[in-house]
Nanobody, 120 residues
Framework: QVQLVESGGGLVQAGGSLRLSCVAS????????MGWFRQAPGKEREFVAA????????YYTNSMKGRFAISRDNAQNTVYLQMNSLNPEDTAVYFC?????????????WGQGTQVTVSS
């Protein structure tokens, strides 16, 4: 059974930083990419960042480029999201996702999310 477990969320003041982690386990096929999404209260889920497992070309939503950084540890099946200069608009549940098998970013499995709250 595939499991994605996020951690690292919490309450932080505006201007602060958090580092999210997501560990994937129970995979039958190899990882081709992992990504992060977020969903704020009353809003749709939005893409944050993604990274392929074989290359070194991360993708970001423009508004987060420069503040957020995605990285990976292939050996540990883990993806990270370093978030800096956080502001209250970043408050959301952050989800990680994994794409297995063929290349692409149409993710196959999702975690249950970790809450990030930024106070002003």
């Amino acid at each position: 059974q595939v499991q994605l477990v996020e951690s690292g969320g919490g309450l932080v003041q505006a201007g602060g930083s958090l580092r999210l982690s997501c560990v994937a386990s129970g995979l039958t096929f190899s990882i081709s990419a992992m990504g992060w999404f977020r969903q704020a209260p009353g809003k749709e889920r939005e893409f944050v960042a993604a990274i392929s497992w074989s290359g070194n070309s991360p993708y970001y939503t423009n508004s987060m480029k420069g503040r957020f950084a995605i990285s990976r540890d292939n050996a540990q099946n883990t993806v990270y999201l370093q978030m800096n200069s956080l502001n209250p608009e970043d408050t959301a549940v952050y989800f990680c996702a994994v794409k297995v098998g063929s290349a692409g970013y149409d993710f196959d499995y999702w975690g249950q999310g970790t809450q990030v709250t930024v106070s002003s």
